[in-house]
């Protein structure tokens, strides 16, 4: 699917850049609670190799075709030289509003953490998801925009880190801002991603050249979110 937009791009001699949403889970590894660094070479190989063993975990094969796909984006761009553009950027977990809830209910992320403000124990999915980063939607919805329009953005991976998030600390917010309210106990022992995201401050940079600010407070993304659901 990925390569069809580009090889139509490459038939239109219109386009000038073409921007590819990919995803975290093409560049890390899940190597919690061991500092290193992130970089715009790094793939996700761990998770390809674990797709293909035969008996793989549901994640390890979207993080195997998110990798898959991106690095045949880049392998077009280095053999094929179009005569186009292309970006990617890379998103961790993505936090915000969603645009509408009315078709298909809440986007994968927002799920998530939907389900701890309903009180869900940790039986259920969010409770997969230990340690990540994090990235306001509108941020990311503008790194989007700068990627496509900054003259100086071309071929890069441009990552959509904003603040590292666990759920032991957004649950401790949110019984803090919400008292009255009953949330369910955070993993015992939850794992932080301790990386070094190098292109961090290339991805600030652009928010600040279009927006004016770098990354939203993840506090303030979080109390967005929430005021977007539904209240008892």
């Known amino acids: 699917m990925t390569m069809s937009v580009l090889e139509s791009a490459s038939k239109t001699p219109s386009i000038r850049k073409v921007i590819v949403t990919s995803s975290s889970a093409a560049a890390t590894q899940l190597t919690l609670d061991e500092a290193h660094d992130l970089t715009p070479d790094s793939w996700n190989d761990t998770a390809v190799k674990l797709a293909w063993s035969g008996e793989p975990q549901?994640?390890?094969?979207?993080?195997?075709?998110?990798?898959?796909?991106?690095?045949e984006i880049w392998k077009f761009v280095s053999e094929q030289k179009p005569h186009f553009v292309v970006n990617t950027v890379l998103p961790d977990f993505v936090c915000g509003p969603p645009l509408s809830t009315e078709q298909q209910g809440y986007p994968t992320s927002i799920g998530l953490f939907k389900m701890i403000w309903d009180g869900q124990?940790?039986?259920?999915?969010?409770?997969?998801?230990?340690?990540?980063?994090?990235?306001?939607?509108?941020d990311m919805a503008r790194l989007h925009v700068a990627a496509l329009i900054h003259p100086d953005a071309k071929s890069e991976r441009i990552f959509g880190y904003g603040h590292r998030k666990t759920w032991t600390e957004w649950i401790k917010l949110l019984k803090q801002w919400y008292p009255d309210r009953k949330f369910p106990q955070p993993m015992p022992h939850e794992s932080v991603d301790l990386s070094n995201v190098t292109a961090r401050p290339n991805a600030e940079y652009y928010l600040k050249w279009l927006h004016g600010k770098g990354f939203k407070p993840m506090d303030e993304s979080i109390q967005e979110t929430i005021e977007s659901f539904p209240k008892d």
Do not use: N, R
């Open 58 to 71: 549901p994640y390890m094969i979207y993080a195997a075709s998110k990798t898959q796909a991106e690095k």
């Open 121 to 138: 124990p940790g039986e259920v999915g969010w409770y997969l998801l230990q340690g990540q980063w994090m990235i306001d939607a509108g």
